[in-house]
């Protein structure tokens, strides 16, 4: 069984650190393989996976949203995101396009803390890009009251909105610091803080106590706003749990096996960083 992750470049994926951990968990016969395909030549690539013998394969960046256009069949969530990250390759070679990335992000919330709950109170969503709106279609999902959108670009923030419907509503970026008023959950998508990075610029003294705070960031794994939010004595929560929990529903699909995310495979992730 041949599984791989797409993506151009792809190499400093660890994705395949994930998945072959997985393959020799199980005692499986198979390889999970890097796919480095230019984006000239995405359409061949996805046409040559059934040839290949391939049970599918992750799509990353700058793949995630032209891929679609190639699928035979849409998942709803992948629909709703407007983005791929996940092709299954069906007996009959025709391919049908997932996206785990939403319920992967609200596994990660849970395994920081099984209480958490989705209708607690707003989320104030910061950034509009491609992991913002996975993670908009999660906690829409599981019941968010209001979701908060806030870009630098308001025009991004605006598009995605668009989309979803009154539960969602875009602030400002130069209100963001207010917009954190009687939220239940902090979130960051933007690049800020991210390795190489300048840090993010909010300050927490608007978000109540009980809030969780999370990043999706996860290199590194302690961003300077998971540091300001535990000195506030925040519940936080970095990305590399969204990371591993979206692979587990692609796994599944490709080899049979629901997999589980330990200590052991987080460890072998982080030894990559």
């Not at 009251?145 to 970026?173: M, S, Y």
Request: proline share 7%; glycine share 10%.
């Amino acid at each position: 069984m041949l599984a791989g992750v797409m993506g151009w470049p792809v190499a400093h994926s660890r994705s395949p650190t994930i998945h072959n951990h997985w393959i020799d968990q199980h005692g499986l016969r198979g390889a999970y393989v890097l796919l480095p395909v230019q984006p000239e030549r995405l359409e061949a690539a996805m046409r040559g996976l059934p040839a290949l013998g391939f049970a599918g394969c992750n799509v990353t960046v700058p793949h995630k949203e032209t891929a679609m256009a190639f699928m035979d069949e849409l998942h709803p969530s992948a629909q709703r995101i407007a983005a791929l990250n996940t092709i299954v390759v069906r007996p009959d070679g025709s391919l049908y396009g997932m996206n785990n990335d939403g319920v992967g992000y609200i596994q990660s919330l849970r395994d920081a803390d099984p209480t958490w709950r989705g209708d607690a109170g707003p989320a104030l969503v910061l950034g509009a890009g491609g992991a913002a709106r996975a993670i908009v279609v999660g906690l829409l999902d599981e019941g968010a009251p209001e979701v908060r959108i806030t870009n630098r670009t308001i025009e991004r923030a605006q598009a995605l909105a668009a989309d979803f419907g009154e539960r969602v509503k875009v602030t400002p970026w130069d209100a963001r610091n207010e917009a954190m008023q009687g939220a239940a959950l902090l979130v960051n998508t933007t690049t800020q803080g991210m390795h190489g990075q300048s840090p993010l610029d909010v300050v927490l003294d608007h978000l109540p106590a009980s809030a969780m705070v999370s990043d999706a960031v996860y290199i590194p794994q302690d961003t300077p706003l998971l540091v300001a939010a535990r000195l506030r004595g925040h519940r936080t929560v970095n990305g590399l749990g969204m990371l591993l929990n979206q692979a587990r529903p692609a796994f599944h699909a490709w080899f049979g096996v629901m997999p589980e995310v330990t200590p052991a495979l987080r460890a072998a992730v982080e030894a990559t960083f």
